[in-house]
């Protein structure tokens, strides 16, 4: 027999068990988002090649090994997006949304990336992504660092970090750059190959090397915030000002860089201890010269993504119950009339109790294998429809886990029971 063809090594997916959890996570974040004024932008998952070269830096990992680009039928180099910063822009330049106006935006959907696959790091994977444009003060960079601690609030996550640091004007990054080259020339024999090759395209990268080895090296180097301008100071000290107003506890990182070459003057990271390496779960920061770079006029921007995976895996560690997405209830229909009446009162009591989650049955079947049925679909209540109740107006509730107890109510009462049993809001006209 031929072997069944499985997913692509990375790329997973979600089943019917974990999509309610996923939703809920969705819906919060997309209601703090919104109650910020954001409005969602929605983008295509393919762009061009060049505009990913362009905008994350050829000499980055993304652009170097982990994209996913193909040749289409025109022979247009494509590539699949490794994230979602760089066709905002374009599309904000494409459609004149940076034109004398600031925009607030926000966006969904998966990524790609050809990384190592292991936990939290996956070859398709998905972001949330805030993106604000036209604003250059340290007050908006606050407010989208209080929209993600809102968002942690709002999720009950704890144990979260928010790491910090200033890479300066792209003035003082160059100063900067001088002296770090100067400094890795100096002691080359200790970097490692892929140091080496960095330190003429992009030295600050090195910083980052896990390399074990490294780090002595690295510890050493010069720092960063030696190095900013006053501009660049007088804004992180801004920023730094407003979210201790606002009583956001933060960890000032000067070796923080990013892995993508757009950043000027903030960056961040939100950092758990909770999810072994790839603890990382929300990351971003200025990118003041990006619209420039890619041919619009200079416009301030600044902006954050978060990974939904490792979200998930968050709120899992954290042991509070996510929701399941079951049926609350189960409908076991008997006889003809029974099933006639049944899904009639089905769509009434739909309509009338919002949020219900009402399974039929459907396929005949005994009290008793309907009753399985009811039990297997996770639902905590049955009600119950025979032809006896279809005729008198009657349907017969059933706690399927607290107990077993059960009712025969006329059909008008069962909107309001239902409601009390399961906590939902009063039925409309009760
Ligand atoms: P990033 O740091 O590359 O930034 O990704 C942001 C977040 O996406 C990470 O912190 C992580 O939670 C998640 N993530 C990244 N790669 C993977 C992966 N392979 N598997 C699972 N999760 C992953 C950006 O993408 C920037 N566009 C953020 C930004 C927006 N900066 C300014 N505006």
Redesign the pocket.
Known sequence: MAKTIQAVRGMNDILPEQSAAWQYLEAVLRDVIHAHGYREIRLPLVERTGLFKRSIGEVTD?VEKEMYTFEDRNGDSLTLR?????GCVRACMEHGLLYNQVQRLWYAGP?F?H?RPQQ????Q?H?I???AYGMEGPDIDAEIILMTAQMWQALGLERVELQINSLGTTASRAAYRGALVEYFRDCSVDLDTDSRRRLESNPLRILDSKNPDMQHVIGNAPRLPDFLDADSQAHFAGLLALLDAAGVACTLNPRLV???D??SNTVF?WVTDRLGA?G??????R?DGLVEYLGGRAIP???????L???IALLKATGRPLPDGNPHVYLVLGGEQGIRRGMVFAAQLRARLAGLRLQTNCGDGSFKSQFKRADRSGAGIALVIGDDEARQGLVTVKRLRAGAEQETLPEAAVARRLADLLALETPAGD
Not at 82 to 86: C, D, H, L, R, V
Not at 120 to 123: F, L
């Open positions: 993304i490794p994230e979602g910063t760089a990524m990336r990384e939290g790091r996956y070859r994977f972001q992504g805030v993106e990013r892995g993508l757009y950043y990271e790839q990382t779960i929300c990351a971003g920061g990118y921007a600044v902006g954050f993504a978060l990974g995976e490792r979200l």
